[in-house]
């Protein structure tokens, strides 16, 4: 028979190691990050995200130091009545994402849209920038 150690924080380390990422953001809200792609499309980044039920005065798109922010504010209000009760239920929320893009940008030329609550946003990339080659002169010694 073998003995196993005994290690009283094993589980603790395990956690914090494989699985504390998904135990948190499986408790978050839904409304609390909305889902989003971000892809490449004819020399533009192209992000969309669902925000469902939210008036289009209620939504803010920044791009700054090629961080596309995005926050949004949701509120909806509904009312019932039947059978002698009333019932009144109220859902809001506060979106909020930031997300790093890929490439150089320019943020001040982007444009978005918004339709049947899906965001999108068309944010031109950046051309690159060419280098300058600087010879360096060698000088022979001897």
Request: no cysteine; aromatic share 10%.
């Amino acid at each position: 028979m073998s003995l196993i150690p005994y290690k009283p924080f094993w589980d603790l380390d395990k956690w914090f190691e494989e699985e504390w990422p998904e135990r948190l953001f499986s408790r978050l809200p839904a409304a609390s990050t909305p889902k989003m792609d971000v892809y490449e499309d004819n020399g533009n980044v192209v992000a969309e995200a669902e925000l469902p039920g939210v008036d289009l005065k209620d939504i803010s798109v920044e791009v700054k130091d090629n961080i596309l922010i995005l926050e949004a504010k949701k509120e909806e209000k509904k009312e019932e009545k039947k059978k002698g009760y009333y019932r009144k239920e109220m859902s809001r929320g506060f979106y909020r994402r930031a997300v790093p893009l890929p490439v150089e940008v320019v943020g001040e030329k982007s444009q978005a849209d918004y339709k049947e609550g899906i965001l999108k946003v068309v944010i031109p990339k950046a051309k690159p920038k060419k280098e300058k080659k600087k010879g360096v002169k060698v000088k022979i010694k001897g």
